[in-house]
Structures are given as structure tokens and as C-alpha cells.
């Protein structure tokens, strides 16, 4: 999905549909989004990313190490019942 992330130069404060991202994945929930798009603009996306649409596991892109009570990852992700951005 490579392409999707040169169509972020369109989120703005103000606009129709929330865009999620990895900031916006903290601990099993979705926080809210400040950054958003335009109706016409994320029908552009969901045209081409079906997959978007669909319920699915968001994570973020990174992985913690961490080394205490004892040396284990963690993921940090969310289920997203409703098909976002």
C-alpha cells in the first residue's frame, strides 16, 4: 500500500473523514484523529485500498523492547470493527 502514503499530504485539521494513524493506536482502543480529509479524497483512497474497508487489527509501526520486569516485545495495536482510514 505504498501509494497511500503520498496521499497524506491531504490530511488537514478540518474535513469529513478521520484518518487514523500510528500515534492514534495506543494500548487495544483508537484515540481520536485530529487530522482528517475530504469525502471526494478518501473515496479516491478506498478505490484504491479495498482492503481499508473491511474490519481489521491497526498497529503501529513500531515495536517496543522492553527490558523490565523481564526483556519482552510489545505490539501496540486496535481493532478497528468499523473499516477506517
Given at each position: 500500500m505504498s501509494t497511500f502514503w503520498g496521499e497524506l499530504q491531504w490530511l488537514r485539521p478540518k474535513?469529513?473523514?478521520e484518518v487514523y494513524r500510528g500515534k492514534n493506536v495506543q494500548g487495544y482502543t483508537l484515540l481520536?484523529?485530529?487530522?482528517k480529509m475530504s469525502l471526494k479524497q478518501a473515496t479516491q483512497i478506498f478505490e484504491?485500498?479495498?482492503?481499508?474497508?473491511?474490519?481489521?487489527?491497526?498497529?503501529?509501526?513500531?515495536i517496543a523492547h522492553i527490558l523490565h520486569p523481564r526483556p519482552h516485545l510489545r505490539f501496540i495495536g486496535a481493532y478497528d470493527a468499523q473499516g477506517v482510514l
Open positions: 474535513g469529513t473523514i481520536d484523529s485530529e487530522e484504491k485500498h479495498e482492503a481499508l474497508k473491511r474490519p481489521k487489527i491497526m498497529a503501529q509501526e513500531i
